[in-house]
């Protein structure tokens, strides 16, 4: 029986016409379903890692010399270090929901943060959306999600509602890294729907999650999303005692004085758990079957390490956004620096190219497919994209960025000035006139902000 990569060949060679004259008329589907079972064992693996935090300077790789992260070093040196990768909000939520959702965050109304107090907290991703997991367990892949959420609180927001066929972590912002309550003091650690009572610490339960999902399910294609803790506050290194309890006051960087330590300590445990994943990967003999994707949700807080840039988290100056990101596919993806302009949205359509799964035409997503960009030397057709939180608005094409704040309307030219220290706005400007009208086009198709949650 063939399998069905022999499929896929034969037919990428009938559409070429290098057998057409035999096999010309026979559909795909009816190829594919000669392979029978082995049509699912034969699909690639998905491992998407996502730290919370990271700023573009946050790992080795990077260019920091005072954190040690070997394991993304090697993920970096061995598959593709990308240095123009943006998310696509500067905090949380947003991002999270274009990762998910393949679209920017306005289209299901997620352009602020839920907080674990106050009116947002009823909220959460609109139950209409459709998910990486929901397209690709819909092809037969088992879909894990180990780590935070932040995409809504109520039972009806679970990540079992989007697709995810099991979960373990929490659903707020951020726990104490020990007792796993959150900002509102109420304990948020979960096992699917179900609350869970589990000693240990948050980085290293999600790391233990996630070698256990890749060993429960090796002979299936899988779908594993881990969005690490890490580096987010509570400032807490593994040694450091819990401080969050239901029956106390607490601040909302704890008590720890040496930050510095801690904040190391954090982003090392998570290269740890990284590299645990890529052992066990090694260990089941997957490495050549699996597409491992790092990246940040967001860049750093002022404490952490955002590389030089202009800007931190909340900001849309380049500090709060450009994140570091890697590919690494053993034996499929070629070790090179990528200066592709991408964004989180880019994922959603481009796994579902990897994985060569189809969409009713009905799904159009903003995002674009970058595959080619992973396997060749392929540029990638250049396009405007678009950020806005609160009283920011931005876009960006080619070299040029576009910045609107209250204070201030900014151009800059990313190619020669990536600190954006040099404005070059002024209104006969042909670069910032066309930037303004598709900053405008783009408003008026995806949402203006008083529609959503902005906060």
Not at 172 to 186: A, E
Not at 227 to 235: G, I, K, N
Request: with cysteine.
């Amino acid at each position: 029986m063939i399998n069905f990569m022999t499929c896929v060949k034969c037919y990428r060679d009938i559409v070429s016409r290098k057998c057409a004259s035999a096999f010309f008329s026979v559909p795909l589907a009816l190829l594919i379903a000669s392979c029978g079972a082995e049509v699912k064992s034969s699909r690639p693996n998905i491992v998407l890692i996502m730290a919370d935090d990271l700023g573009y300077g946050g790992i080795g790789c990077y260019g920091n010399k005072t954190i040690n992260t070997p394991n993304l070093d090697y993920l970096s040196n061995s598959g593709i270090k990308f240095t123009d990768f943006h998310s696509n909000g500067s905090v949380c939520t947003p991002t999270r929901a274009a990762l998910l959702t393949g679209n920017y965050q306005q289209r299901s109304g997620m352009e602020g943060v839920i907080y674990v107090r106050g009116e947002t907290r009823k909220l959460g991703l609109d139950p209409s959306q459709r998910t990486i997991a929901d397209f690709l367990k819909d092809v037969g892949y088992v879909t894990g999600i180990m780590g935070k959420w932040h995409l809504g609180y109520g039972e009806e927001f679970n990540p079992t509602n989007f697709g995810f066929d099991e979960f373990y972590g929490y659903l707020s912002g951020n726990v104490d890294y020990h007792s796993h309550f959150d900002g509102s003091g109420k304990h948020d650690w979960w096992h699917n729907s179900d609350s869970l009572e589990e000693e240990g610490y948050t980085t290293d339960l999600i790391s233990k999650h996630s070698v256990d999902f890749i060993e429960k399910n090796k002979n299936k294609p899988f779908f594993l999303y881990i969005p690490h803790e890490a580096p987010h506050v509570p400032f807490q290194g593994r040694n450091d005692k819990a401080y969050r309890f239901s029956n106390n006051e607490f601040t909302y960087h704890g008590p720890v004085e040496d930050t510095e330590r801690a904040y190391r300590e954090m982003v090392e445990a998570m290269d740890d758990g990284i590299g645990m994943i890529i052992k066990k990967l090694k260990e089941l003999n997957l490495e050549d079957n699996t597409l491992v994707f790092f990246l940040s949700d967001n860049g750093a807080e002022e404490f952490g390490h955002n590389g030089g840039l202009n800007g931190n988290k909340i900001s849309l100056l380049e500090g709060g956004h450009r994140v570091p990101a890697i590919a690494y596919w053993k034996n499929k993806i070629t070790p090179k620096l990528s200066n592709e302009l991408l964004m989180s949205m880019d994922l959603l359509p481009t796994i579902l190219s990897i994985t060569e799964t189809q969409t009713d035409e009905k799904f159009k997503f903003d995002g674009i497919d970058f595959s080619e960009n992973l396997f060749s030397e392929t540029n990638l057709e250049e396009r405007p994209v678009f950020w806005r939180y609160r009283n920011q608005k931005a876009a960006r094409y080619k070299q040029w960025k576009l910045l609107i704040t209250e204070k201030d309307t900014a151009l800059y030219n990313l190619t020669e000035d990536i600190i954006e220290s040099n404005n070059l706005y002024h209104d006969d400007n042909s670069d910032a006139i066309y930037l303004i009208k598709q900053l405008e086009n783009w408003e008026n198709e995806v949402g203006h902000a008083d529609k959503m949650l902005t906060n």
